[in-house]
């Protein structure tokens, strides 16, 4: 499975934007990257994947760097809700996610 | 979107007893389900793979006869933990894609067990 590696913590203020770096210099071409995020005591939660163009949802954005190398979840404007760790992940087809240890964001009011 | 519930939320047993752990795509079919367990402060590790009508595919290091996986219908995964021991206590989170490729994987609230 191709690695990510993502800082181990992250720390934001409320109503600010926040970007999480991935960092994945193994990705293949046909690798897709997907974010997901967790809240204490919860199964994970999709966040937003993306293949080679940038992708917005109303979540997020994903900004995918050119040569794919390394990407950037963006949350806009970040509430306390947000806080939460972030994985991104990167998949194949219908293949299994195999987690990494994911970036820890703190949101401070 | 699609829906995946995990049933118990939470579960207490006795050391030496099994518990099954049930996990269904709601509004959705999965032909295959991923059943993960993860200890406080940690990721999520990977257990095994479970595919409808077949066994499953087991992940390095775990164990198929003390954690069964039958994934009998196109909608519902359980996951038995037999012979459970206090370090079997953990947050087991089962997750299911939908069929056809680059889909999100959905995933349930997560089953957390204690053995005492």
């Known amino acids: 499975d191709a690695k990510t590696t993502q800082p181990n913590s992250m720390e934001s203020n409320e109503e600010e934007p926040v970007h999480l770096p991935c960092n994945h210099s193994?990705?293949?071409?046909?690798?897709?990257i997907h974010w997901y995020r967790q809240l204490p005591s919860q199964g994970p939660e999709y966040v937003i994947h993306?293949?080679?163009s940038n992708v917005n949802n109303r979540m997020a954005s994903l900004a995918i760097a050119e040569d794919r190398k390394s990407s950037t979840l963006i949350l806009h404007r970040a509430t306390l809700r947000d806080a939460a760790v972030y994985y991104c992940?990167?998949?194949?087809?219908?293949?299994?996610?195999?987690f990494g240890q994911g970036t820890r964001l703190t949101i401070n009011p | 979107g699609a829906v995946v519930s995990q049933h118990p939320s939470w579960v207490i047993c006795k050391s030496g007893t099994s518990v099954k752990i049930e996990c269904r795509s709601l509004?959705?079919?999965?032909?295959?389900m991923f059943w993960y367990r993860q200890f406080p402060k940690q990721s999520l590790m990977l257990m095994a793979t479970?595919?409808?009508?077949?066994?499953?595919?087991?992940e390095q290091g775990v164990e198929k006869d003390k954690f069964l996986i039958n994934h009998a219908s196109l909608t519902l995964s359980t996951l038995t933990v037999t012979s459970a021991h206090p370090e079997d206590s953990s947050f087991y989170i089962c997750?299911?894609?939908?069929?056809?490729?680059?889909?999100?994987?959905?995933f349930g609230q997560g089953t957390r067990l204690t053995v005492v």
């Open positions: 997750s299911a894609r939908v069929r056809g490729r680059n889909t999100e994987a959905f």
């Open positions: 193994t990705i293949s071409g046909t690798d897709y």
């Open positions: 993306g293949l080679t």
């Open positions: 992940i990167l998949v194949q087809g219908a293949q299994k996610l195999v």
């Open positions: 509004d959705f079919q999965a032909t295959t």
């Open positions: 479970s595919n409808e009508g077949s066994k499953a595919t087991y």
